[in-house]
């Protein structure tokens, strides 16, 4: 049984099958929303991030939104390995009290940030020319950013109902927010839509663009007037950018996706229409590295852990479950690694993107 796929657009696969798929060919990495299910991808961030990227010879972009924020901003640290593995024990340390309410949730997730980014490491962080990190959240318009949770979720409906009909209409309710450390943001004329901010990162402010980018309403506190951002209030960049939904495109190279989806949906309120999946040019550059279908299933519970867990699910079942997926998924990792050093198994494993 196969653990991995990748799946690869036209121009990744020319440019993979010219050079080889070798950490100087990575221009961008890319981390989705998604909460727990970045646990199936524990061992191959462990592996991509904390070994075979760190000899990349020049610089790499980061993007992520919620989870994958954090993810990107673990891997943007000069010693990415080491992070991950803080990460690890301090999310395994979350319980089920901490999501009792969003402020409880509010609270363990800062003590989280706190423990494993305390000023050292956010200034390295932010000091590595290396990476260009980028967390990505929305600055909540009109009544989605009310304190009334009556007027926030009014709001949401009539964003839910506009982004049924168009989504750009969301942009009457969100603007996507940028939060980037490197000189300007990544790839920048290919996102500009959505009434891009775009915020200069200090190191000061990754605790509270970290808590917006995975703000999700109802369950975590809105963060208000960050630093160095316009006054407001943020919340999830998954609500606009759930996997992302853009042409990035570099002259050379290719984007790295380490996905728990071998498809993309756009934005938050697109999961339910598989008509809005991602395909074409938007994946022309993007190599996506996701769980096979066999593989899920010879999970524990047969399934991808997710934020239900936290509520569906005693600790003590929890956490044996996650440490069961966690160990499990080291298994794409190694197939990764052993595809890196042989380039005809590597492109018959490379499955074409959706057209």
């Not at 996507?176 to 290919?190: I, K, P």
């Not at 407001?232 to 992302?244: A, E, L, N, S, T």
């Not at 997926?325 to 990792?333: G, H, K, Q, W």
């Amino acid at each position: 049984m196969k653990a991995l796929r990748l799946i690869a657009g036209k121009e990744a696969r020319r440019r993979i099958e010219e050079k080889g798929l070798t950490p100087d060919l990575v221009r961008l990495v890319v981390g989705a929303s998604g909460g727990p299910k970045w646990l199936i991808l524990r061992g191959l961030d462990q592996f991509v991030f904390g070994d075979w990227l760190k000899d990349a010879k020049r610089p790499i972009d980061m993007v992520g939104s919620s989870i994958g924020a954090w993810r990107m901003t673990l891997a943007s640290h000069p010693d990415a390995g080491a992070m991950f593995n803080a990460f690890e024990d301090a999310y395994f340390s979350y319980r089920k009290e901490d999501g009792a309410t969003p402020e409880a949730v509010t609270k363990a997730s800062y003590r989280i940030l706190n423990q494993i980014m305390g000023p050292d490491v956010r200034d390295a962080i932010i000091a590595n020319k290396a990476r260009n990190l980028n967390i990505v959240a929305v600055k909540c318009l009109g009544a989605t950013g009310s304190q009334s949770r009556f007027l926030e979720g009014a709001g949401l409906l009539g964003a839910f109902a506009a982004n049924s009909i168009s989504r750009p209409l969301l942009g009457n309710f969100f603007q996507r927010a940028v939060f980037h450390s490197g000189d300007r943001v990544a790839c920048s004329g290919a996102w500009a839509d959505f009434g891009r901010i775009d915020v200069k990162l200090q190191a000061d402010a990754i605790h509270d663009a970290l808590m917006a980018s995975g703000s999700i309403p109802f369950v975590v506190e809105a963060v208000r007037d960050i630093m160095g951002a316009p006054k407001g209030v943020y919340r999830d960049g998954g609500v606009i950018d759930y996997h992302f939904e853009i042409p990035w495109q570099y002259d050379d190279g290719i984007v790295l996706y380490p996905h728990f989806y071998g498809h993309l949906v756009p934005g938050w309120f697109d999961k339910a229409r598989e008509r809005r999946r991602v395909t074409g040019d938007v994946l022309d550059q993007q190599l996506i590295l996701a769980p096979t279908d066999e593989f899920v299933a010879s999970l524990p519970n047969g399934r991808i852990p997710d934020r239900k867990n936290f509520t569906d699910m005693e600790d003590s079942e929890r956490l044996p479950y996650w440490r069961q997926v966690v160990d499990m998924s080291y298994r794409m990792a190694d197939e990764f690694g052993e595809l890196c050093q042989n380039q005809d198994a590597l492109m018959n494993r490379l499955e074409a993107a959706p057209d």
